[in-house]
């Protein structure tokens, strides 16, 4: 079967996933924002662009090196369904990266550095950790959570958002472990994942683990004076969701792809309760 330079275009674009890499970009203008950043600072927003070009880079660089597993897992996406080489989107992954990185290097040399070790953890870990477990889903969860670290280092504050980077890790590597138990059919061929190596309901006990430390540290930017009452407010549904999720995989561990579009959702409430406090 033939396909238009439409539908190879049109499935480059899918690859960017833009449901999912608008988050990091939010989570750098938030991070930006805590740290005393304008609104309208030109280093914030240069730093959003670089972080969604490199985080659209790795949702490629991710199809390229998965698209045996997604024809089991993923079977809708375009290299399995024989719209794009592997090479064609390695090729697109590298385009992304390298004008991400190039826009971080015109920041600062910290953007720049962060840039440059984000870009090699994604490489480290789609080459070595994914495939080993836990290490796998605290790296992909360290290279995400590190967004609001980046936007403070755009305006040369990067640790005053580290409690941020601290909840978002949490929870993010309870979902990372989470999406891998849900894949874990497709995964036992080509991964050795922690569902696979230790069975779906102990890598559930540690989702969980990871999401109660989130759930535990979120009221701590309010106590701490770093985001206001409007953040305590609109948390609060950000745990009982995710607490929800996670209750309704051990109810049956076949929810855990609910539960991983329910913590996403958490997660998004997340940012705008972020967003929230640091602006009203």
């Known amino acids: 079967m033939s396909f238009s330079k439409f539908d190879k275009m049109s499935s480059l674009l899918i690859s960017m996933r833009f449901k999912t890499t608008p988050l990091g970009v939010i989570c750098v203008y938030v991070g930006g924002l805590v740290a005393g950043a304008a609104y309208n600072s030109i280093d914030l927003i240069s730093a959003m662009l670089a972080t969604f070009l490199i ?39 590298t385009l992304l990266f390298a004008i991400g990185v190039l826009i971080s ?15 090699f953890i994604l490489v480290f870990y789609e080459k070595f950790s994914k495939n080993y477990g836990l290490s796998g889903n605290v790296t992909v969860a360290f290279a995400s959570s590190i967004s ?13 958002s580290l409690i941020l980077s601290a909840i978002a890790f949490f929870i993010m590597v309870s979902r990372e472990i989470i999406m891998d138990i849900r894949d874990s059919e497709g995964d036992k061929k080509y991964r050795r994942t922690l569902p696979v190596k230790i069975g779906k309901k102990s890598a559930l006990h540690i989702a969980t683990f990871f999401l109660i430390i989130a759930v535990v540290l979120s009221p701590v930017p309010y106590f701490t004076y770093l985001l206001n009452e409007w953040y305590l407010f609109a948390v609060m549904p950000v745990d009982i969701i995710a607490i929800y999720a996670i209750f309704n995989t051990y109810s049956d561990i076949k929810n855990a792809g609910k539960a991983a579009s329910l913590i996403r959702i958490a997660l998004a409430i997340g940012l705008v309760a972020f967003v929230l406090g640091v602006t009203l």
Do not use: T
């Open 105 to 119: 290097y015109f920041i600062n040399i910290l953007c720049f550095s962060i840039a440059i070790s984000s870009l």
């Open 148 to 160: 609001f670290i980046f936007g403070g280092s755009a305006v040369n504050n990067p640790l005053s």
């Open 55 to 93: 985080g659209s880079g790795s949702m490629a660089f991710n199809d390229y090196f998965d698209w045996r597993i997604d024809k089991i897992n993923h079977p809708e996406r375009p290299i399995p369904q024989g719209i794009l080489k592997p090479n064609e989107m390695l090729l697109f992954s």
